[in-house]
């Protein structure tokens, strides 16, 4: 199959489990915000934030190296070593997470032990089964899953908080739950009993993995402490009212990080699949451009819109929370072209470097938000951010360029900066006249930068109507 057309059919089926429900959770904010106080949202996205802070350390990062191992193996009995290796190696680590960090979580007098102990675990499991379902190359069932998993939590939710009325604790329930059931069903779907022989254990292979693994788990724990520590700060200065109103500010980052979540699954496969081709080069180059203009878009988009949405739609409460978006939109979005630059590294098996740049982005983030909080307060963390963020994007530019050389549009660059400067402005003067200056800026911004992609799609388009 040509990669292109790989990538864009996983990208599609991949985006088509998912984005349903992370519409329909996105449109129920309004519920959450009305229902939760900001306090309370600000627990749950702390409790959230420290899960996710212990998860590379319970599984060794094994979905990465599970995904990247079964694209090279040639037969059944290669994918039996890499999966029960895996998962011998993924089992050991949640007992030893559950024998030290529990016993540390209620000696620190932690309030919510048994909420984050299931949590991570559940994010442990889920992850590997989903890592495992993409590796064997079933990315429709790992599509299925992940809507599942987004319906099942959204009605769970929406049980909990709105008819129980149980606010925290029933939106910690719907996680934990949601997630459980999801887990066991992939496991009885799939058959992964079927996949696992304790002969097929290899200590090489074991090793091999780790080695592959061990780079990016400070990779992955410094992109979390660049998040984590916003909270933790907030948190701890601000108090938690603030940490809920950052928790909202986030939100919309977080969905375009969902949409280019969708191609980042595809496209660390379609980078290593193409390794040693004669159009290598090429083919990174032309996905490069499509995906910069369009992820660019999506920022453009969402702040040009964002007025009319927090005017309408968001509990004044949380009104506060508008000011930190732009620069939050931007940070996701260089977060996000160095994540394409990372499938790169990683299709090269290069895993050292991933760590090497998100070390010094956290440290950077880490001394930027102590600076500047008691002087900006929540802009702090923004600031911080969007600064830690940048400095990955370019310093793994500029590595990157010992395996492969992307080219750079300038004309397009400055056309993009214009655009940014009046629709930041327009954003900030919050004024009804100017936000429809300021869509109509960012739509034909879309469209102009777009245009090959458009063209391209809409040419497929009619290929396959001849076709029929």
């Known amino acids: 199959m040509d990669e292109h057309r790989r990538l864009i059919k996983n990208t599609g089926m991949i985006a088509i489990g998912n984005m349903g429900t992370r519409l329909v959770s ?9 229902l939760l106080s900001t306090s309370e949202y600000g627990v749950i996205d702390y409790l959230v934030s420290i899960a996710m802070f212990c998860v590379p350390f319970v599984s060794l990062l094994m979905d990465e190296s599970i995904f990247r191992f079964l694209i090279d193996c040639k037969g059944e009995e290669d994918r039996k070593k890499v999966i029960t290796t895996a998962m011998l190696i993924v089992m050991v680590g949640m007992i030893l997470f559950c024998v030290t960090g529990i016993p540390l979580m209620l000696v620190l007098h932690y309030e919510f032990t048994g909420y984050t102990t299931i949590f991570t675990l559940l994010n442990v499991l889920f992850g590997m089964l989903s890592a495992l379902l993409r590796g064997i190359g079933r990315t429709d069932l790992f599509s299925f899953f992940n809507f599942l998993l987004g319906a099942t939590q959204i009605f769970l939710n929406v049980f909990f908080i709105v008819y129980l009325r149980l606010g925290l604790t029933g939106m910690l329930l719907a996680s934990m739950l949601g997630q459980g059931m999801v887990t066991l069903f992939i496991i009885r779907k799939a058959r992964i009993w079927n996949m696992l022989a304790v002969k097929s254990i290899d200590v090489k292979l074991a090793k091999e993995m780790v080695l592959y693994s061990l780079p990016l788990i400070p ?76 992820m660019y878009s999506i920022v453009l988009g969402m702040a040009a819109f964002l ?19 732009p620069l939050l939109l931007l940070a996701t979005y260089f977060s996000n072209i160095s994540g394409f630059y990372g499938g790169i590294f990683t299709a090269y098996k290069d895993t050292k470097i991933m760590g090497i740049t998100t ?29 830690a963020n940048f400095i ?59 245009r090959r992609l458009i063209m391209a799609l809409i040419r497929k388009m009619k290929g396959r109507k001849q076709t029929t």
């Open 359 to 387: 070390i010094v982005a956290a440290f950077l983030n880490l001394v930027l938000h102590f600076s500047l909080i008691l002087f900006i307060g929540m802009h702090a963390a923004a600031l911080s951010t969007l600064a």
């Open 392 to 450: 990955v994007y370019a310093y793994r530019r500029v590595k990157l360029e010992r395996y492969v050389h992307l080219r750079e549009r300038w004309g397009e660059k400055a056309v993009s900066m214009m655009a940014t400067a009046l629709v930041v402005f327009m954003y900030y003067r919050n004024d009804m006249y100017m936000t429809v200056i300021s869509c109509t800026i960012s739509v034909a911004y879309a469209i102009v930068m777009n």
């Open 307 to 325: 007025p009319i949405v927090f005017r309408y739609i968001i509990n004044k409460a949380y009104g506060e929370a508008f000011y930190y978006v």
């Open 26 to 34: 996105f449109l129920l904010l309004p519920l959450y915000t009305a």
């Open 219 to 294: 990779n992955k724990i410094s992109w979390t402490i660049i998040n984590l520590s916003d909270r933790i700060i907030i948190m701890s200065v601000l108090g938690r009212s603030a940490a809920g109103l950052y928790a909202v500010a986030y939100k919309f980052p977080n969905l375009m990080d969902t949409v280019y979540g969708f191609f980042y699954q595809s496209w660390k496969e379609s980078s290593a699949r193409v390794l040693g081709d004669s159009r290598q080069e090429a083919f990174y180059n032309s996905v490069y451009w499509y995906l910069k203009n369009f």
